[in-house]
């Protein structure tokens, strides 16, 4: 069972990136599905959210830029990111709910991946 982030990676102020969240030998849970992210020295913080039913929440400092989305049939969450800043830097997490074996697990975490800004 895994949550499985992908998409990070080094980009230049201005330019975009799709994080990917993928639950590998799992499906999510019925609660949101959240993108939080860690910047050095910094605590782990929300910066979207969206439940199964496609309702969304943001960071106010991401709100207009980033996307969250998600495909329920693929059971992948996506983080769209665009007119990044080297504020945006950090290691990226996805969040959930999932199934292992038969019982539902609270607040499972992904490995993360880096996103850097360069300015």
């Known amino acids: 069972v895994q949550l499985v982030e992908s998409g990070g990676g080094l980009v230049q102020t201005g330019r975009s990136l799709r994080l990917s969240c993928a639950a590998s030998g799992t499906i999510f849970g019925s609660d949101a599905v959240g993108w939080y992210r860690q910047a050095p020295g910094k605590q782990r913080v929300l910066v979207a959210d969206?439940?199964?039913?496609?309702?969304?929440n943001y960071a106010a400092s991401v709100k207009g830029r980033f996307t969250v989305s998600r495909d329920n049939a693929k059971n992948t969450v996506y983080l769209q990111m665009n007119s990044l800043k080297p504020g945006d830097t950090a290691v990226y997490y996805c969040?959930?709910?999932?199934?292992?074996?038969?019982?539902?697990?609270?607040?499972?975490w992904g490995q993360g991946t880096l996103v850097t800004v360069s300015s």
């Open positions: 969040n959930a709910d999932v199934l292992v074996g038969d019982k539902w697990v609270s607040d499972y």
């Open positions: 969206i439940t199964s039913g496609g309702y969304t």
